[in-house]
Nanobody, 123 residues
Framework: QVQLVESGGGLVQTGSALRLSCAAS????????IGWFRQAPGKEREFVGR????????VYGDSVRGRFIISRDHAKNSVYLQMNSLKSEDTGVYYC????????????????WGQGTQVTVSS
């Protein structure tokens, strides 16, 4: 089973940018979407976006569309989340996870969750 590890979080100011990484190991990602989620204190885990490892299928959540960009590097077996124009409401723990391409890919369909990386946006 694939294992995913997030990195790249930190403390940044409002309006700045940050790139998160999701490194995969232990298996091929060819049959998966890789999704990004985030969770703020006291709130439910929120869908940020997902991309298919093979092909150009990428979708974003409403709150980040136009500011965040998901990309892949097949050579490094990694998926990235470029976060631009950060707002205080983007603060939270960011997770990546895998969903089989034939699943609905609701939140419950995701597995292989990483440990998360903390992003704090300060004004």
């Amino acid at each position: 089973q694939v294992q995913l590890v997030e990195s790249g979080g930190g403390l940044v100011q409002t309006g700045s940018a940050l790139r998160l990484s999701c490194a995969a190991s232990g298996g091929t990602l060819n049959d998966y979407y890789i999704g990004w989620f985030r969770q703020a204190p006291g709130k439910e885990r929120e869908f940020v976006g997902r991309t298919r490892w093979i092909g150009n299928s990428t979708v974003y959540g409403d709150s980040v569309r136009g500011r965040f960009i998901i990309s892949r590097d097949h050579a490094k077996n990694s998926v990235y989340l470029q976060m631009n124009s950060l707002k205080s409401e983007d603060t939270g723990v960011y997770y990546c996870a895998a969903c089989w391409i034939l699943a609905v890919c609701a939140r419950a369909d995701y597995h292989s969750w990483g440990q998360g990386t903390q992003v704090t946006v300060s004004s």
